[in-house]
């Protein structure tokens, strides 16, 4: 007897939790969907869209040289005699003979001073014409002056994309530029 009595007691506290919340969540009757305001006021901050953060001048000149990596136009003779007018990332896809192969690019300037950048082109693809699937990882650094607007090779990988010939091929390859994809460290 006891044991249905606390059956019931449960069952009725259950539906009371139930109750309230569905009239604490029900609709008012103008199908408006409930407001709320949050938690704290730095989730306000965050969540206005439009409101950027403050940057530096400097933090701005990287992005606009990590830009101007990214599409400028280079015109390159290659060892080979033929001449390409192409952007620097469509440049190193070349030294690995895949012009056309589906990529992915990351872009980054570090300031050297005065208007002197070190600017890594970070590209990976993903040939899943293979099993197992081939990653390949090439890593271009250039020089970038912002006064001229010229780019020079800093690696392997740079020298080979800006000036068209592999100069690791050869029977003593720089080793200044060689492995062509290794980090250079301003």
Wanted: net charge negative.
């Amino acid at each position: 007897m006891c044991y249905a009595i606390d059956m019931r007691i449960v069952t009725l506290l259950l539906l009371s939790g139930i109750l309230t919340v569905a009239v604490a969540c029900g609709s008012d009757g103008d199908d408006t969907p409930p407001t709320s305001t949050p938690a704290t006021p730095a989730a306000v901050e965050s969540e206005v869209p439009g409101t950027p953060l403050p940057r530096s001048e400097l933090s701005i000149r990287g992005e606009n040289v990590e830009k101007v990596a990214n599409t400028s136009l280079q015109r390159v003779t290659w060892a080979d005699g033929t001449v390409y007018e192409e952007i620097i990332p469509s440049l190193i896809l070349r030294t690995i003979d895949r012009p056309d192969a589906p990529h992915g690019r990351r872009v980054v300037a570090a300031w050297l001073g005065d208007d002197r950048w070190q600017v890594t082109i970070f590209t990976r693809i993903e040939d899943r014409t293979t099993d197992p699937t081939t990653v390949i990882d090439l890593r271009a650094e250039f020089y970038y002056d912002e006064g001229s607007n010229t780019f020079e090779p800093a690696n392997g990988r740079g020298y080979f994309a800006l000036k068209g010939s592999d100069p690791c091929a050869s029977d003593e390859p720089p080793d200044d530029l060689c492995p062509l994809d290794k980090e250079i460290v301003p």
